[in-house]
């Protein structure tokens, strides 16, 4: 309703490895509650989670470890609002290529993402990315042993692509998912979205 008070959202930050800190500024940039999480009781208190880039074979081997897989499985089946970033992209995938042996993912996101795509440490870039839907100019996106979206399903809108027409971000539902780095270049519009989407999600309980 125009002129309402936003609903006060908590949006939690997975704090396995990788850039937390990075995450957790950008959302209280926007005026979001922001904290991270590292156990199961820490999950069930936010309204929408970000998975950081990092190494997702960690991730993977840590979620497990320290008891978090299956609940945030079930908190993705059950909607709640996930933004992935690099590894998180990988983490959200249903399926992935050039897994390691074992690896698994949280998956929720009707897609196929392939692990480095771009090569070692040594290649990652620096490119802008066109993001439309998103609104205002092209995002600086710092790509680091990204990864590619190499097949996306029909419940999968694209929102944005390389130059040669690769996918590097998109959304499904409550889920998005980009391959490249926005909370190091201190582009906000994906946790913007993510918000918007937990203050919908929050809305209708």
């Given at each position: 309703m125009a002129g309402s008070t936003p609903i006060q959202i908590t949006v939690g930050v997975l704090a396995l490895q990788g850039a937390v800190r990075e995450h957790l500024d950008a959302l209280r940039r926007l005026g979001t509650e922001a904290?991270?999480?590292r156990t199961p009781a820490d999950l069930a208190a936010v309204n929408a989670l970000v998975i950081p880039g990092g190494e997702s074979t960690v991730i993977d081997k840590l979620s497990r470890a320290f008891g978090l897989d299956g609940p945030?499985?079930?908190a993705i089946s059950g909607g709640l609002p996930v933004l992935g970033t690099c590894a998180g992209l990988i983490m959200l995938a249903d399926?992935?290529?050039g897994q390691a042996a074992g690896q698994r993912t949280f998956g929720g996101l009707d897609a196929t993402v392939r692990r480095n795509a771009f090569g070692s440490q040594a290649e990652s870039f620096e490119t802008d990315v066109a993001v439309p839907e998103l609104g205002g100019p092209a995002m600086h996106g710092v790509f680091i042993r990204a990864p590619i979206v190499e097949e996306v399903g029909p419940g999968v809108t694209?929102?944005?692509?390389?130059?040669d027409g690769r996918i590097v971000a998109v959304?499904?539902?409550k889920l998005l998912g980009v391959a490249f780095h926005p909370e190091i270049s201190g582009e906000d519009r994906f946790h913007?979205?993510?918000?918007?989407?937990a203050r919908e999600a929050a809305g209708r309980n």
């Open positions: 904290q991270p999480v945030i499985r079930a399926r992935i290529q694209v929102l944005g692509r390389l130059d959304q499904q539902g913007a979205r993510l918000i918007d989407l």
